[in-house]
């Protein structure tokens, strides 16, 4: 198996390659696709499938740039019209090789977002990775703020369903691979670490020690970096 994390410093984020026998996915690619071509040069593979985990507000994503140099196919959630690529759907299964990646749907951060869960049907049934998005980070989880105050309890409900339903009961071995680490505007406490595990995040990530109740109350509270011709505003809570 390849296994490529591709970092854009300055905002913080990631995303991977990932291919097995002659051929590769590439999941939230960045504009500048030249490091994609030369990974699948480098290892003698062609890339097949690019993925969208969701919508981005920080970056310009490279699929359409990346779509022009390969014969790949895009893939993204099915809950909003990209007006390119091709929606997908929860189940929707694709081979690379020896992997099976699945798509799940995992709304909240935004209501299209999707993660892959990637299994080697070589070795076993049991998942071995998933890419996540901005759904679950190191530490920290998905902002839910895109659409207004209003819609919040809303969105923090589903982003609680999608970790606590999806995600977490993949396996607590489970490598959890998200699109931003530290210092994303995404996160204000995402930890300083490339990946995560399921279990660990289950065992240290104080927001997923909430209950569904809790945690949708403090998404309410939460208040995220946006950019300055916005009125720029920081994490608080109530009160602060």
């Known amino acids: 198996m390849i296994f490529e994390i591709i970092k854009s410093e300055g905002i913080s984020h990631n995303s991977y390659f990932l291919g097995s026998g002659s051929e590769a996915a590439v999941v939230d690619p960045r504009r500048d696709v030249d490091v994609y071509l030369e990974l699948a040069e480098m290892h003698g593979v062609s890339i097949r499938y690019i993925f969208e985990t969701h919508r981005n507000e920080d970056y310009t994503i ?4 990346l779509a022009r140099h390969v014969d790949a196919e895009i893939l993204h959630g099915s809950a909003l019209d990209f007006r390119y690529g091709t929606p997908v759907r929860e189940g929707d ?5 020896s992997l099976e990646l699945e798509v799940l749907e995992t709304p909240g951060h935004t209501y299209e977002s999707i993660s892959i869960a990637v299994r080697d049907t070589s070795i076993s049934d049991e998942c071995l ?5 901005d759904v679950l980070f190191a530490g920290e989880t998905g902002r839910v703020d895109f659409f207004g105050p209003e819609k919040i309890p809303e969105t923090a409900g589903l982003l609680y369903d999608s970790i606590h339903e999806k995600i977490l009961p ?3 071995h489970v490598v959890v691979c998200p699109a931003h680490g530290a210092g994303s505007v995404c996160g204000a406490e995402i930890r300083d670490m490339d990946t995560t595990t ?9 927001y997923l020690q909430m ?4 945690f949708i109350e403090y998404k309410k509270s939460e208040r995220l970096y946006t950019p300055p011709t916005s009125g720029g505003w920081r994490r608080t809570t109530s009160g602060e």
Not at 62 to 65: I, K, N, P, R, V
Not at 198 to 206: F, I, K, Q, V
Not at 211 to 214: A, I, L, Q, T
């Open 62 to 65: 490279g699929s359409a740039e």
């Open 93 to 97: 299964t694709f081979s690379l090789g």
């Open 129 to 133: 990775m998933i890419f996540v998005g």
């Open 170 to 172: 993949l396996g607590d």
């Open 198 to 206: 399921a279990g660990y995040e289950r065992l240290t990530n104080p």
């Open 211 to 214: 209950g569904r109740d809790e």
